[in-house]
């Protein structure tokens, strides 16, 4: 059973920063690209990075510079510092598992887990 488990969220102000992690079990973890995703209350699910086998990682436009999407293949666990926040950042960040071992820049996936709240107020 593939099962994804973020950890991290908080509240911090504008400026601060955060770390989350996603610990990942049920599959060859080290076989496929990873994603996080977010959603915004009231909004649909936004692509925010990936990262493929290789470790390459790209970005949407919004975090891009200010987040970092690395990944552990020998612990399983995917991350994402988040530094510099903004108010717009507030959203569920939910980790996903793509289907194949490449980057793709869409909300595509076949599992995700339950998510952890970021919120980024002043």
């Known amino acids: 059973e593939v099962q994804l488990v973020e950890s991290g969220g908080g509240s911090v102000q504008p400026g601060g920063s955060l770390r989350l992690a996603c610990a990942a079990s049920g599959f060859t973890f080290s076989a496929y690209a990873m994603k996080w995703v977010r959603q915004a209350p009231g909004k649909g699910l936004e692509w925010v990075s990936s990262?493929?086998?290789?470790?390459?990682?790209d970005y949407a436009e919004s975090v891009k510079g200010r987040f970092t999407v690395t990944r552990d293949n020998g612990q399983n666990t995917l991350y994402l510092q988040m530094n510099s926040l903004k108010t717009e950042d507030t959203a569920q960040y939910f980790c996903a598992k793509a289907r194949g071992a490449s980057i793709t820049r869409s909300t595509d996936f076949d599992y995700r887990g339950q998510g952890t709240q970021v919120t980024v107020s002043s």
């Open positions: 990262i493929n086998i290789y470790g390459g990682a």
